[in-house]
């Protein structure tokens, strides 16, 4: 289920903090929850949470165990788990276990658990993979569901899709291919349907 107003990543009360006025040239590596209100040119490497609030900036990759995108990054993000809350905006791809996203994602995403696109979400990618895919938002590029794709009423995916199981709700809408995998072989082979809008 789609909750808009759950939480994926809380945010942490205390940690090292980069304000407002601050802008860092180059890497930043901590042990403890990095919370973001200014620039940082480079990479974050974190063995916690980091935290951009809303009017942050990072240009570099993020490595951490949480992140909570409010404000934007141009970089990567890997983590177990990654949220982008409304308004934020990532340019970049996501690997993680576990992906929610309200905001913008310009770049490939690899949720190896789960992943959530809000009505608000939007995803641009050449490829979106995960076991689980939820999505009430818009999502262009290939689609790789390897167990379910639920499609809720105001989902648009334009792009081929790969999938196990399909749920639709209402007038979710697929523009492109559905291919079934099928769990009977062992490759996995993927059989082909032709489907121009699926709702």
Known sequence: MVDEAARLVEA??????????????????????????????????????????????????IEAKSILLEGLCEGPLEAERVELSVGSQLTGYIVASKVRVAGSVDGDILARESLEVCESGRVIAYETISEQIITKGYIQGEVTAKELLDIRATATIEGDVQVKELRSEGSGKIFGAISRIDESSESGSIEEEQVLQYG
Do not use: Y
């Open 12 to 61: 942490p009360k205390v940690g090292g903090k980069v304000s407002r006025c601050m802008v860092v040239n180059g890497d930043l590596k901590s042990c403890e929850p990095i919370i973001i209100d200014g620039i940082v040119n480079g990479d974050i490497l974190c063995d916690d949470s980091v935290v951009l609030h809303k009017g942050s900036r990072v240009v570099g990759k």
